[in-house]
């Protein structure tokens, strides 16, 4: 799967050689399948030694990011202007900022509108990144887009290399894509930080949000929560209104003096079940109860997006109670679109079950230390549930399949996972399977598979130095394909066949390859409205 950090280096003409070289033009060589458009993207992914220059220099990066972007809309006809007429919503954070926005699209098309998503990374398929009215891309409408503007900006290249990678290039092709689908809204989730990412190009949303915010890519985005604050705090805008999930006091104080000196309007979010429902129980589409926040975050942000439209939200009340420094937005009337919106989203991959006989797959892309925390509490929980709910005299066996990428310290991950329950705990590479032609969407050039196993080794031995008093016992996989086998293989490590709840967790990357073999249309299961999805493969 393409890694995120791949998708923010800026490729500079002093370490051109490290990058892979731009093919020939698309059309010239009439590529028409999208497997070979997928291909042909995949040739804009920076590898491993430009992630490290970008690593060791990430003010070099940071600094040419926008006005590139700039550059490239321009390349293919659009102007920063033109992307006034999406109605932005932007969104940063740490953790949960895939979760508001889908929480954001979710309700917004059932008012009626045209939406636009943008997010990464994606689970499966490429295409996910790019949504209009909720669903994918098409590989057809898919490949005519990538079409339209790699040749574009292909054919006004000032030097050979000078095409954009990875990540720049999608978002270029989604703005794109959301100008010509003339969607009503587009909700655009930042990639990584918000001050230099290229999604800031957006001057005017209609309305910001940060969710909730810890430690990530800290080799780019600082150390400290107060550094991190500041970088996620860059897509605020003068007189546009921003709203945060609750954050710790350093982090908050960061946010305020930001949108102080921006001149946006900063308010607190609260949990989505202080708003009034009527009397009806607070129902998610999205399991765990660090959606609420998130949730929480969303309503406030469609509102605002409503009522900017002047036909539809609730009206706000005055704020009357502070958060620290900052007023805390008040409760709102959930309506019924809202309601449903909140009830009917769907986010794959996190926090997400789904049943395939005896095996069960608790599945959640958690790639941060809290997240961690968070998702092992979830697992302990739905696990119980599930349980209890598919009662079976058959002894029920727990097994951690884990994978940790980048920069991330494992131990500061698996120390959480030590209460679980597991009997065994499997490493893999974010590999799908030895021969990936019909998983193009899972290649990444940034990742060296001898690296990759290596780093699965080590994160072993820190689970056996964390957790070794425990007797769980380990294995390593040499991809996620050959882990699959070993856990469905007729369950050989009990002599009566079990029952297995199997929890794949630390990288979203990791989860998408699991869910390209189980799952690859995203479709097979369906939600019984708890999160879980059921089926047969």
């Given at each position: 799967m393409v890694l995120v950090g791949?998708?923010?280096?800026?490729?500079?003409?002093?370490?051109?050689?490290?990058?892979?070289?731009?093919?020939?033009?698309?059309?010239?060589?009439?590529?028409?399948?999208?497997?070979?458009?997928?291909s042909t993207l995949n040739s804009l992914q920076s590898n491993a030694t430009?992630?490290?220059?970008?690593?060791?220099?990430?003010?070099?990066?940071?600094?040419?990011?926008?006005?590139?972007?700039?550059?490239?809309l321009a390349r293919v006809g659009l102007s920063v202007d033109d992307l006034n007429q999406l109605n932005v919503i932007h969104v940063s954070g740490t953790k949960g900022k895939g979760s508001t926005c889908a929480f954001c699209e979710s309700i917004l098309r059932r008012h009626g509108y045209k939406t636009g998503f943008y997010s990464s990374p994606h689970v499966v398929a490429v295409r996910e990144r790019i949504r209009i009215d909720g669903r994918p891309l098409s590989e057809t409408a898919f490949s005519r887009y990538f079409r339209e503007v790699y040749d574009r900006l292909?054919?006004?290249?000032?030097?050979?290399?000078?095409?954009?990678?990875?990540?720049?290039?999608?978002?270029?092709?989604?703005?794109?894509?959301f100008v010509k689908e003339k969607v009503d809204v587009a909700?655009?989730?930042?990639?990584?930080?918000?001050?230099?990412?290229?999604?800031?190009?957006?001057?005017?949303?209609?309305?910001?949000?940060v969710s909730s915010l810890g430690f990530?890519?800290?080799?780019?985005?600082g150390a400290t929560l107060p550094e991190i604050a500041w970088q996620?705090?860059?897509?605020?805008?003068?007189?546009?209104?921003?709203?945060?999930?609750?954050?710790?006091?350093?982090?908050?104080?960061?946010?305020?003096?930001?949108?102080?000196?921006?001149?946006?309007?900063?308010f607190v979010s609260p949990s989505v079940e202080s708003h009034d429902w009527h009397g009806t129980p607070v129902s998610l589409g999205l399991a765990g109860n660090v959606q609420r926040a998130n949730a929480g975050l969303a309503v406030q942000l469609v509102n605002v997006w409503l009522r900017s439209r002047k036909t539809s939200g609730v009206e706000w009340k005055p704020c009357v109670?502070?958060?620290?420094?900052?007023?805390?937005?008040?409760?709102?009337?959930?309506?019924?679109?809202?309601?449903?919106?909140?009830?009917?989203?769907?986010?794959?991959?996190?926090?997400?079950v789904l049943r395939r006989g005896n095996l069960t797959y608790?599945?959640?892309?958690?790639?941060?230390?809290?997240?961690?925390?968070?998702?092992?509490?979830?697992?302990?929980?739905?696990?119980?549930?599930?349980?209890?709910?598919?009662?079976?005299?058959?002894?029920?066996?727990?097994?951690?399949?884990?994978?940790?990428?980048?920069?991330?310290?494992?131990?500061?991950?698996?120390?959480?996972?030590?209460?679980?329950?597991?009997?065994?705990?499997?490493?893999?590479?974010?590999?799908?399977?030895?021969?990936?032609?019909?998983?193009?969407?899972?290649?990444?050039?940034?990742?060296?598979?001898?690296?990759?196993?290596?780093?699965?080794?080590?994160?072993?031995?820190?689970?056996?130095?964390?957790?070794?008093?425990?007797?769980v016992r380990t294995k390593v996989c040499a991809t996620i394909s050959d882990a699959l086998d070993w856990v469905s293989s007729g369950f050989v490590f009990c002599s009566d066949p079990s029952r297995v709840h199997l929890l794949v967790t630390g990288s979203l990357h990791l989860v998408g390859g699991v869910l390209s073999i189980l799952d690859p249309d995203l479709e097979s299961g369906k939600k019984n409205g708890s999160g879980i999805c059921v089926g047969s493969v």
């Amino acid at each position: 799967m393409v890694l995120v950090g791949s998708s923010q280096v800026i490729t500079s003409t002093s370490i051109v050689s490290a990058t892979t070289s731009v093919r020939t033009s698309y059309t010239e060589i009439h590529q028409t399948d999208y497997e070979e458009v997928i291909s042909t993207l995949n040739s804009l992914q920076s590898n491993a030694t430009v992630l490290e220059w970008a690593r060791k220099n990430p003010g070099a990066v940071a600094v040419r990011s926008l006005p590139q972007t700039i550059k490239y809309l321009a390349r293919v006809g659009l102007s920063v202007d033109d992307l006034n007429q999406l109605n932005v919503i932007h969104v940063s954070g740490t953790k949960g900022k895939g979760s508001t926005c889908a929480f954001c699209e979710s309700i917004l098309r059932r008012h009626g509108y045209k939406t636009g998503f943008y997010s990464s990374p994606h689970v499966v398929a490429v295409r996910e990144r790019i949504r209009i009215d909720g669903r994918p891309l098409s590989e057809t409408a898919f490949s005519r887009y990538f079409r339209e503007v790699y040749d574009r900006l292909y054919e006004k290249r000032s030097y050979p290399e000078d095409m954009p990678p990875y990540f720049k290039f999608l978002t270029v092709m989604g703005f794109y894509v959301f100008v010509k689908e003339k969607v009503d809204v587009a909700i655009v989730e930042v990639g990584i930080g918000g001050q230099y990412d290229c999604t800031n190009v957006v001057r005017k949303p209609v309305v910001c949000g940060v969710s909730s915010l810890g430690f990530d890519h800290t080799a780019i985005l600082g150390a400290t929560l107060p550094e991190i604050a500041w970088q996620k705090a860059g897509i605020f805008k003068p007189d546009v209104p921003a709203f945060t999930s609750p954050q710790a006091d350093e982090a908050l104080a960061v946010l305020a003096d930001r949108a102080r000196n921006i001149g946006a309007a900063l308010f607190v979010s609260p949990s989505v079940e202080s708003h009034d429902w009527h009397g009806t129980p607070v129902s998610l589409g999205l399991a765990g109860n660090v959606q609420r926040a998130n949730a929480g975050l969303a309503v406030q942000l469609v509102n605002v997006w409503l009522r900017s439209r002047k036909t539809s939200g609730v009206e706000w009340k005055p704020c009357v109670k502070m958060h620290g420094s900052i007023p805390l937005a008040p409760s709102l009337d959930i309506t019924g679109e809202m309601a449903e919106g909140l009830g009917g989203c769907d986010w794959p991959g996190r926090h997400q079950v789904l049943r395939r006989g005896n095996l069960t797959y608790f599945l959640d892309g958690a790639h941060t230390p809290e997240s961690a925390k968070t998702c092992a509490e979830w697992f302990v929980e739905a696990s119980q549930r599930e349980n209890f709910d598919v009662w079976s005299s058959r002894p029920l066996k727990r097994i951690l399949l884990f994978n940790a990428t980048g920069a991330r310290c494992a131990d500061s991950f698996l120390l959480h996972f030590g209460d679980c329950g597991f009997d065994f705990a499997v490493f893999c590479p974010n590999i799908a399977m030895k021969s990936v032609k019909r998983l193009a969407d899972q290649v990444s050039v940034a990742v060296m598979e001898d690296e990759s196993l290596r780093r699965c080794e080590s994160n072993r031995t820190t689970w056996s130095k964390l957790h070794g008093a425990v007797g769980v016992r380990t294995k390593v996989c040499a991809t996620i394909s050959d882990a699959l086998d070993w856990v469905s293989s007729g369950f050989v490590f009990c002599s009566d066949p079990s029952r297995v709840h199997l929890l794949v967790t630390g990288s979203l990357h990791l989860v998408g390859g699991v869910l390209s073999i189980l799952d690859p249309d995203l479709e097979s299961g369906k939600k019984n409205g708890s999160g879980i999805c059921v089926g047969s493969v």
